[in-house]
């Protein structure tokens, strides 16, 4: 692997502006019913809200992601969160390298702006509370004493709650164009990429990536990444999809981007949810030096292979 030249890490970056978070995203499917009893069934918190679904996690009140109707399943926008003070520079800066601004599109409002990557995914910048974590959200691993089963019976087994978004992989046309785009415009910093696939950082303190990058021939969504407490939520929750019908997806593993153990449940329309712990952590006065790595280490460290859809863009070939 080799040193990239021309991204700047985080660290060390006085009075630097970008955005904090990923706030949530929006998707569109041509079946709400089947998107409220899959996102049900993976743990989240779902409620009706006007013709759309708001998928929150419980316990929080933060709306990490919206379903919507539509004739197809495709990724409808991503939207970012800013402090109040840095939302007037992102804007000047966006229009100052040519960005478009769009107005908010219909059945949406927004104290922010609205524009498209060079895919032409949609976006939005918006002031929000910092929802990416201020610290490391290590893995709680246990171990009963002598004499002390481990293990509940089945029938007994918690239900797994996942505890927060944590990333979203997008389809792009163009891995180099993307970089260079949410780098400069959205202010995120690159963590590491291979030929296949880029993952990014937000400058405040955030996760190993809160977006990343799979090469297609067009825009759309491979997974939304949900942060759980530890291996076996990950090993329940997987056991949970498959009992009641989502039996595809990859899993267990563990990968090297990012560090972050995973198991993807695929959803009805070919996307994925995934559960995810003990993902890397990039702190806000600390560069995380971005590498290129070989493609073999786009996907795993150790783990069963991916299944032979896994890198499919639905929404390109639908």
């Known amino acids: 692997m080799t040193a990239l030249r021309g991204y700047i890490p985080a660290g060390g970056e006085a009075g630097a502006v970008g955005v904090h978070s990923l706030d949530h995203f929006t998707l569109q499917v041509p079946d709400l019913a089947a998107a409220e009893d899959f996102y049900s069934r993976f743990g989240l918190n779902v409620r009706p809200d006007g013709n759309t679904l708001a998928l929150r996690t419980f316990g929080h009140d933060q709306r990490w992601g919206t379903i919507v109707a539509g004739e197809r399943k495709r990724l409808h926008h991503i939207s970012f969160g800013c402090y109040a003070d840095d939302l007037e520079p992102l804007k000047r800066r966006a229009e100052a390298n040519g960005v478009a601004l769009l107005d908010a599109p219909p059945g949406f409002e927004s104290n922010g702006f609205w524009f498209r990557d060079p895919a032409g995914l949609l976006l939005e910048i918006k002031v929000a509370p910092k929802t990416s974590p201020d610290r490391k959200s290590c893995g709680i691993w246990a171990s009963s004493p002598a004499g002390v089963a481990g293990a509940s019976v089945r029938a007994a087994a918690p239900t797994v709650r996942p505890r927060r978004l944590a990333h979203v ?3 792009t046309s163009d891995l ?11 202010g995120l910093r690159l963590s590491d990429r291979s030929n296949l696939v880029a993952f990014m950082h937000a400058i405040h303190g955030s996760d190993h990536h809160v977006l990343a990058f799979a090469q297609s021939n067009a825009p759309g969504m491979h997974h939304c990444s949900w942060d759980v407490a530890g291996i076996d939520e990950i090993g329940l929750g997987a056991m949970h999809m498959a009992d009641k019908g989502y039996r595809k997806g990859w899993g267990l593993g563990r990968h090297v981007l990012g560090s972050n153990y995973f198991h993807y449940v ?28 070989a493609d073999e280490d786009s996907f795993y460290l150790w783990g069963p292979e991916p299944p032979a859809d896994f890198a499919v863009n639905h929404e390109a070939v639908a």
Do not use: M, T
């Not at 695929?266 to 790595?293: L, R, T």
């Open 169 to 171: 992989l997008s389809f």
């Open 266 to 293: 695929q959803d009805p329309w070919g996307s994925f949810a995934e559960y995810s712990c003990d993902i890397d952590y990039v702190p806000a006065d600390k560069p995380w030096p971005a590498q290129h790595h």
């Open 176 to 186: 180099d164009a993307a970089i260079r785009f949410y780098s400069n415009i959205l």
